[in-house]
């Protein structure tokens, strides 16, 4: 199917600043994203906060705004600029959240803009904490037990219900800021304070811990034809309790049977499908019990995620570039696969190697944050290593992360006490 | 323990055995497939071949009893990069190492299987042998090429079942008449060419009656069974050397139902009057994209096969090509346009890959409904 004629300018979104659990993965991704729409002819108009990024540059969009990434301003690019799409998915979770709140405050109706691969009900579907348990549900996957609060009087009675330890996660947040895992009230109350201050709904959700599962992610394409195809699979090494952004992970997933993997996989299948994300790229998390391998759905982001660029990296299938085609109305397989070139993008890539994530931290330049790791991410960036092997790919990563470890037992001054927790 | 791997053009690759002393000669292939080693290596489609896995390591999640494709290991011998003695998997009831020694197949670690898979993909599947018993690549050489190949074999007698049986929810039952289960709606004839237990349970799990016959069983014997549907296993080898069947397949066509999966699509093709060929490395993994042309939609497929139907080969006006491989346009399934038959050349009943295919399963029962 050809790509849609109707659109002539699009806008895009970017990330605004760098922030702990949102640094340049997104503007990798909408790099890729503005230069695919452009490939095909579309205007596009950009707006972004952060003038140290590439996507900023003159020769990327066609028009560039270095503005504050705020429903007002982005208000006011709509009424100047007359957009006819707007493509909320590529500039992370700040994108997603803006192109929520001018949605609602009636700018796209009133302007006429069409929002791309995502509409507002999607978004408030996947994100909504009750909306999404209710989704799982009606698909017969399993979430955590969990409650919702607005305010502080109604934690006592979820307590009562969830059990201790709790994981406090409050909703539309980026990189899960404001939550952790409680494990009496004190911290709890603590824990729903901040989060009810952060959370833009003033929405938290306590949950039932999970911590020990193993814990994985699939990279989901889909296309408006429905042709779903899994780009990646990732296994974190770190299991739950520990915030993906701070797991080291690996790539494909190592420690699935076929069978668990193709449960995991229709899983994810059914996500996409029932959130309705219509094109695009979504990224689904589980969590696996080891002792008896039940399955439970933690999240799916609808929108191009931090680990889409791990996930491009290491398979080589741009994901970001080709949410951008398909957002337009390419199908998968009229997209050429960059890999092959001779082949179409109509499929799951299969690797012959290990990839490898290892997070990096400067707690030494944040005194007041407190250096072990919880369910809210904590690293400032990240090495990525492929090998033939886990261990090569363990050790290149290690050695990437320029702290002076020559790897893994390969530091004389590494010694097991280092290991042993404070 | 060292290992050689020799091929017939001469090249040599050095490894370590994990399985104990040992030698085998076989075609060389390689499968693409991230997850399902025991699936692969209990697939009966892999007689005579040495199977090279190109994901790096193996070994991690172990064994059990329930991934099992068929009672045995088939493949000559498995080669792979990184063989993982520790395991973590829930199911796991025992390590990779063991289950194969146990079953005296050969398994060699520390292969460079990239340089094994891309030479592969250049010349060809080749004939090859691995040893590590004799380590002296002039012999080693020699007996490769001594080694018959599988163009023109029949390989499928050395898999089919010796006497017939029928499936239960807990696996195969012995004997005649269907006697797996009595509650299915729909008989279901299986001719087994080296099938995959994952076909039983699929039809098993869809109201059907499962009777395996061998793959010599006349067509005047399975029509006296008085099925409701035939289905053509998946099986190892050259569809075009195995006697029989053929005209077997011919005899039943029209007559009740035909479903057929990889050898079995292609024993049909024969049977429609076309041909086969040898492709150059086949397609042997859990990630094959191919297009259902009356739907237009897109399915991952898994796929372990070397031989294709040539579909110039056919009369259009009898076949109708549905499906493709949108890697390189080669044939993966067919209906015929007067009698009720169709075939895939992947596998929709998977075990190991996507279960993007599933459809295929119900679309024979309806068949049947409808007969």
Same mark, same amino acid.
């Given at each position: 199917?050809?790509?849609?004629?109707?659109?002539?300018?699009?806008?895009?979104?970017?990330?605004?600043?760098?922030?702990?659990?949102?640094?340049?993965?997104?503007?990798?991704?909408?790099?890729?994203?503005?230069?695919?729409? +452009?490939?095909?002819?579309?205007?596009?108009?950009?707006?972004?906060?952060?003038?140290?990024?590439?996507?900023?540059?003159?020769?990327?969009?066609?028009?560039?705004?270095?503005?504050?990434?705020?429903?007002?301003?982005?208000?006011?690019?709509?009424?100047?600029?007359?957009?006819?799409?707007?493509?909320?998915?590529?500039?992370?979770?700040?994108?997603?959240?803006?192109?929520?709140?001018?949605?609602?405050?009636?700018?796209?109706?009133?302007?006429?803009?069409?929002?791309?691969?995502?509409?507002?009900?999607?978004?408030?579907?996947?994100?909504?904490?009750?909306?999404?348990?209710?989704?799982?549900?009606?698909?017969?996957?399993?979430?955590?037990?969990?409650?919702?609060?607005?305010?502080?009087?109604?934690?006592?009675?979820?307590?009562?219900?969830?059990?201790?330890?709790?994981?406090?996660?409050?909703?539309?947040?980026?990189?899960?800021?404001?939550?952790?895992?409680?494990?009496?009230?004190?911290?709890?109350?603590?824990?729903?304070?901040?989060?009810?201050?952060?959370?833009?709904?003033?929405?938290?959700?306590?949950?039932?811990?999970?911590?020990?599962?193993?814990?994985?992610?699939?990279?989901?394409?889909?296309?408006?034809?429905?042709?779903?195809?899994?780009?990646?699979?990732?296994?974190?090494?770190?299991?739950?309790?520990?915030?993906?952004?701070?797991?080291?992970?690996?790539?494909?997933?190592?420690?699935?049977?076929?069978?668990?993997?193709?449960?995991?996989?229709?899983?994810?299948?059914?996500?996409?499908?029932?959130?309705?994300?219509?094109?695009?790229?979504?990224?689904?998390?589980?969590?696996?019990?080891?002792?008896?391998?039940?399955?439970?759905?933690?999240?799916?982001?609808?929108?191009?995620?931090?680990?889409?660029?791990?996930?491009?990296?290491?398979?080589?299938?741009?994901?970001?570039?080709?949410?951008?085609?398909?957002?337009?109305?390419?199908?998968?397989?009229?997209?050429?696969?960059?890999?092959?070139?001779?082949?179409?993008?109509?499929?799951?890539?299969?690797?012959?190697?290990?990839?490898?994530?290892?997070?990096?931290?400067?707690?030494? +330049?944040?005194?007041?944050?407190?250096?072990?790791?919880?369910?809210?991410?904590?690293?400032?960036?990240?090495?990525?290593?492929?090998?033939?092997?886990?261990?090569?790919?363990?050790?290149?990563?290690?050695?990437?992360?320029?702290?002076?470890?020559?790897?893994?037992?390969?530091?004389?001054?590494?010694?097991?006490?280092?290991?042993?927790?404070? | 323990?060292?290992?050689?791997?020799?091929?017939?053009?001469?090249?040599?690759?050095?490894?370590?055995?994990?399985?104990?002393?040992?030698?085998?000669?076989?075609?060389?292939?390689?499968?693409?497939?991230?997850?399902?080693?025991?699936?692969?290596?209990?697939?009966?489609? #892999?007689?005579?071949?040495?199977?090279?896995?190109?994901?790096?390591?193996?070994?991690?999640?172990?064994?059990?009893?329930?991934?099992?494709?068929?009672?045995?290991?088939?493949?000559?011998?498995?080669?792979?990069?990184?063989?993982?003695?520790?395991?973590?998997?829930?199911?796991?009831?025992?390590?990779?190492?063991?289950?194969?020694?146990?079953?005296?197949?050969?398994?060699?670690?520390?292969?460079?299987?990239?340089?094994?898979?891309?030479?592969?993909?250049?010349?060809?599947?080749?004939?090859?042998?691995?040893?590590?018993?004799?380590?002296?690549?002039?012999?080693?050489?020699?007996?490769?090429?001594?080694?018959?190949?599988?163009?023109?074999?029949?390989?499928?007698?050395?898999?089919?079942?010796?006497?017939?049986?029928?499936?239960?929810?807990?696996?195969?039952?012995?004997?005649?008449?269907?006697?797996?289960?009595?509650?299915?709606?729909?008989?279901?004839?299986?001719?087994?060419?080296?099938?995959?237990?994952?076909?039983?349970?699929?039809?098993?799990?869809?109201?059907?009656?499962?009777?395996?016959?061998?793959?010599?069983?006349?067509?005047?014997?399975?029509?006296?069974?008085?099925?409701?549907?035939?289905?053509?296993?998946?099986?190892?080898?050259?569809?075009?050397?195995?006697?029989?069947?053929?005209?077997?397949?011919?005899?039943?066509?029209?007559?009740?139902?035909?479903?057929?999966?990889?050898?079995?699509?292609?024993?049909?093709?024969?049977?429609?009057?076309?041909?086969?060929?040898?492709?150059?490395?086949?397609?042997?993994?859990?990630?094959?994209?191919?297009?259902?042309?009356?739907?237009?939609?897109?399915?991952?497929?898994?796929?372990?096969?070397?031989?294709?139907?040539?579909?110039?080969?056919?009369?259009?006006?009898?076949?109708?090509?549905?499906?493709?491989?949108?890697?390189?346009?080669?044939?993966?399934?067919?209906?015929?346009?007067? #009698?009720?038959?169709?075939?895939?050349?992947?596998?929709?009943?998977?075990?190991?890959?996507?279960?993007?295919?599933?459809?295929?399963?119900?679309?024979?029962?309806?068949?049947?409904?409808?007969?």
């Amino acid at each position: 199917m050809p790509k849609r004629e109707d659109i002539k300018k699009i806008l895009i979104i970017g990330s605004g600043p760098i922030i702990i659990s949102q640094a340049c993965e997104f503007d990798y991704s909408g790099t890729q994203a503005v230069k695919a729409l +452009k490939e095909e002819g579309y205007e596009v108009v950009l707006i972004n906060s952060n003038p140290a990024t590439i996507m900023t540059d003159p020769e990327i969009a066609d028009k560039t705004y270095i503005e504050p990434i705020t429903p007002d301003i982005l208000a006011k690019v709509i009424a100047r600029e007359r957009p006819d799409a707007l493509l909320p998915t590529l500039g992370g979770q700040t994108g997603l959240n803006v192109a929520l709140q001018v949605a609602e405050m009636g700018i796209l109706e009133k302007f006429g803009v069409e929002m791309l691969a995502a509409d507002v009900d999607i978004i408030k579907k996947a994100e909504g904490r009750e909306s999404f348990r209710q989704a799982m549900y009606n698909i017969g996957l399993k979430v955590p037990e969990s409650a919702i609060i607005h305010e502080m009087d109604q934690v006592s009675a979820a307590v009562t219900r969830i059990g201790f330890p709790i994981i406090v996660r409050p909703s539309f947040t980026l990189g899960g800021t404001g939550g952790g895992v409680a494990y009496n009230s004190r911290e709890l109350n603590e824990l729903c304070k901040t989060g009810l201050d952060l959370s833009l709904n003033s929405e938290v959700m306590l949950e039932r811990s999970l911590l020990g599962w193993k814990e994985y992610e699939l990279e989901v394409m889909r296309d408006k034809n429905d042709n779903v195809v899994i780009i990646c699979s990732i296994e974190n090494f770190d299991a739950m309790g520990v915030h993906t952004g701070d797991s080291i992970t690996i790539a494909p997933a190592q420690t699935l049977t076929d069978r668990e993997y193709q449960v995991m996989r229709d899983a994810s299948l059914a996500i996409i499908r029932e959130i309705g994300v219509e094109t695009g790229g979504s990224n689904v998390q589980f969590a696996v019990n080891p002792a008896d391998g039940e399955l439970m759905v933690i999240e799916m982001n609808p929108r191009v995620s931090r680990s889409s660029a791990l996930a491009s990296k290491a398979t080589g299938f741009p994901i970001a570039k080709i949410a951008a085609k398909l957002a337009v109305g390419y199908t998968l397989d009229e997209i050429r696969n960059d890999i092959t070139k001779e082949t179409y993008a109509s499929f799951e890539p299969s690797i012959d190697y290990c990839v490898v994530k290892i997070p990096r931290w400067t707690f030494e +330049k944040f005194p007041e944050a407190k250096d072990y790791l919880t369910t809210s991410m904590k690293s400032v960036g990240e090495t990525m290593a492929i090998g033939r092997t886990f261990k090569e790919a363990f050790q290149k990563g290690l050695r990437s992360l320029e702290i002076g470890c020559a790897g893994f037992g390969a530091d004389k001054k590494f010694s097991h006490r280092d290991m042993e927790l404070g | 323990m060292k290992a050689l791997v020799a091929l017939e053009d001469g090249r040599i690759f050095a490894g370590r055995s994990f399985t104990g002393a040992g030698e085998a000669t076989g075609e060389i292939v390689f499968n693409t497939g991230m997850t399902g080693y025991q699936e692969i290596l209990t697939d009966p489609s #892999y007689k005579g071949q040495i199977v090279t896995m190109t994901c790096p390591l193996i070994g991690n999640y172990g064994v059990n009893n329930e991934d099992m494709e068929s009672n045995a290991v088939h493949p000559a011998a498995f080669l792979i990069k990184e063989y993982s003695k520790i395991h973590s998997n829930f199911r796991a009831t025992g390590n990779l190492a063991d289950f194969l020694a146990s079953r005296n197949i050969l398994g060699v670690e520390g292969l460079d299987t990239r340089a094994i898979t891309k030479h592969t993909r250049e010349v060809g599947a080749l004939r090859g042998i691995v040893s590590t018993q004799d380590l002296d690549p002039e012999s080693l050489i020699k007996k490769a090429r001594a080694w018959p190949g599988l163009v023109g074999r029949d390989m499928v007698s050395a898999v089919t079942c010796e006497a017939p049986y029928g499936w239960s929810e807990h696996g195969p039952v012995s004997g005649t008449g269907f006697n797996g289960s009595t509650a299915g709606k729909h008989k279901v004839i299986a001719l087994d060419f080296g099938l995959k237990y994952n076909q039983l349970r699929l039809l098993d799990s869809r109201d059907c009656q499962v009777q395996v016959v061998p793959a010599q069983t006349s067509a005047a014997d399975i029509m006296a069974m008085r099925p409701d549907g035939i289905f053509l296993t998946n099986g190892p080898g050259d569809p075009a050397g195995i006697p029989g069947v053929v005209e077997t397949v011919r005899r039943l066509l029209g007559k009740k139902p035909i479903f057929g999966i990889c050898l079995g699509h292609q024993i049909l093709g024969l049977a429609y009057g076309g041909s086969t060929y040898k492709l150059k490395f086949g397609h042997r993994g859990s990630n094959q994209p191919v297009k259902d042309l009356t739907t237009g939609k897109v399915e991952i497929t898994a796929q372990n096969h070397g031989f294709c139907v040539d579909f110039k080969s056919l009369n259009p006006d009898e076949v109708e090509l549905t499906h493709i491989n949108l890697n390189d346009d080669s044939v993966e399934g067919m209906r015929h346009k007067k #009698y009720p038959a169709f075939s895939v050349q992947y596998h929709p009943e998977n075990a190991p890959g996507p279960h993007d295919s599933l459809y295929l399963f119900d679309r024979f029962i309806e068949m049947m409904a409808k007969n």
